[in-house]
């Protein structure tokens, strides 16, 4: 059974996980974009915060200059299968 619970990011890091597993960086994204879509879900960090977040991202990629950086996403969120093991 699917758990339908609703998914609370603590850190800013967890919420661009869960960003990123949504789908939202499928297209090139601007800080101000993201910490509105943040702050649609109640979801409110400060700037610093947001932006180490986001350089640490290893899913992200970053392109302009400082101040004005876009991210997108390097590749899709895919659930990986466990590898069962024969014993």
């Given at each position: 059974?699917?758990?339908?619970?609703?998914?609370?990011?603590?850190?800013?890091?967890?919420?661009?996980?869960?960003?990123?597993?949504?789908?939202f960086?499928?297209?090139?994204?601007?800080?101000?974009?993201?910490?509105?879509?943040?702050?649609?879900v109640?979801?409110?960090?400060?700037?610093?915060?947001?932006?180490?977040?986001?350089?640490?991202?290893?899913?992200?990629?970053?392109?302009?200059?400082?101040?004005?950086?876009?991210?997108?996403?390097?590749?899709?969120?895919?659930?990986?299968?466990?590898?069962?093991?024969?014993?």
């Amino acid at each position: 059974m699917a758990n339908n619970k609703l998914k609370v990011a603590k850190t800013a890091t967890e919420a661009m996980n869960l960003l990123w597993r949504n789908g939202f960086f499928r297209r090139w994204q601007t800080q101000p974009k993201i910490v509105a879509h943040l702050a649609e879900v109640e979801h409110n960090f400060e700037g610093p915060e947001l932006g180490m977040a986001l350089k640490r991202a290893k899913y992200l990629t970053r392109r302009g200059k400082r101040g004005s950086y876009e991210y997108i996403q390097k590749f899709p969120f895919v659930v990986e299968e466990p590898v069962a093991s024969s014993k």
